[in-house]
C-alpha cells in the first residue's frame, strides 16, 4: 500500500535555529513529491514539486530536497513568519491523478 | 484575482440533514477535487474531476455526492449517509488532473453535526 510518513509531528525551534523536516514515503513508484504549507484555518498553499532523486529546490529559507526513499525540507534561520503545518504528498505511477498526503508536521518558530 | 472560493466558510448540521458546500474557481483550471482534513491525518480525497460532466470517486466517498454542471462549479453535497460528517472540507483545482501537483486549494469549510 501506498504510504507517506512525515516526522517528526511537532516541531518547535528559536528563532534563527535551523532545522529539517522528513516525508518518507513506500510507494509502487513515484511520479513526483510535493511540499505545501498550511496556515490554520487555511487551505494549503504550493511550495515545491521535486520529481527525482537528488533533486532540490529553494525557495528564501526553505530548501527541499529528494532521496529514493524520502524527502527532506530544511529551514534555514526560521523566523516566526514560518510557523505553519508543512504538508508533503505524492503522486503515484499508479493513479496519476491523486495526491497521496502526509499528516503533516506542525512548526512553531518562537521569536 | 483568480482563485478558489469556497463557501460557507463555517456551518452547522443537523442528524439527518444533507448540506452542500459551495466552491467556485475563476482559474480557468479543469480539474477540480474535495478532500477531507482531520485532525492528525493527511488529506483524503472525496471526489474528483478531470472535466466538465465527469467526475470519478476518491478514497472516501461514501455519503457524498457532487455535480461538475459547469467548468468553474464543483459543488459537494454531504448526505445524511455520511455517518462521521464533522470535518474540514477543502477544494482544489489544477490546470488538468494528470500532470500537475500544484493544487491550488481553497479556505476551506468547516462543517460540524450538532
Known amino acids: 500500500e501506498d504510504q507517506v510518513t512525515q516526522s517528526p509531528e511537532a516541531l518547535r525551534l528559536q528563532e534563527g535555529e535551523s532545522s529539517s523536516l522528513n516525508c518518507s514515503y513506500t510507494?509502487?513508484?513515484?511520479?513526483?513529491l510535493f511540499w505545501y504549507r498550511q496556515d490554520p484555518g487555511k487551505g494549503p498553499e504550493f511550495l515545491f514539486t521535486?520529481?527525482?532523486a537528488g533533486e532540490e529546490k529553494e525557495k528564501e529559507r526553505l530548501k527541499a530536497t529528494l532521496t529514493k526513499k524520502e524527502s527532506f525540507l530544511h529551514i534555514t534561520a526560521p523566523k516566526p513568519e514560518d510557523s505553519a503545518t508543512y504538508l508533503c504528498?505524492?503522486?503515484?505511477?499508479?493513479?496519476?491523478?491523486?495526491?497521496?498526503f502526509g499528516s503533516g508536521t506542525r512548526l512553531l518558530v518562537r521569536p | 484575482d483568480g482563485g478558489i472560493t469556497q463557501s460557507p466558510k463555517y456551518l452547522f448540521r443537523k442528524e439527518g440533514q444533507n448540506v452542500t458546500l459551495s466552491c467556485e474557481q475563476n482559474?480557468?483550471?479543469?480539474?477540480m477535487y474535495w478532500y477531507r482534513q482531520d485532525p492528525g491525518q493527511g488529506l483524503r480525497l472525496i471526489y474528483y474531476?478531470?472535466?466538465?460532466?465527469?467526475?470519478q470517486k476518491g478514497d472516501i466517498a461514501e455519503g457524498y455526492s457532487v455535480s461538475r454542471e459547469k467548468k468553474e462549479s464543483f459543488p459537494l453535497t454531504v448526505t445524511s449517509a455520511q455517518k462521521n460528517p464533522t470535518a474540514f472540507y477543502l477544494c482544489?483545482?489544477?490546470?488538468?488532473?494528470?500532470?500537475?501537483?500544484?493544487?491550488?486549494f481553497g479556505e476551506g469549510s468547516r462543517l460540524t453535526v450538532l
Open positions: 521535486l520529481y527525482s
Open positions: 510507494v509502487s513508484g513515484l511520479r513526483g
Open positions: 504528498a505524492v503522486r503515484t505511477m499508479d493513479s496519476s491523478y491523486k495526491l497521496i
Open positions: 482559474l480557468n483550471h479543469d480539474a
Open positions: 482544489a483545482s489544477s490546470i488538468d488532473g494528470a500532470n500537475t501537483g500544484e493544487l491550488f
Open positions: 474531476s478531470q472535466i466538465v460532466n465527469d467526475f
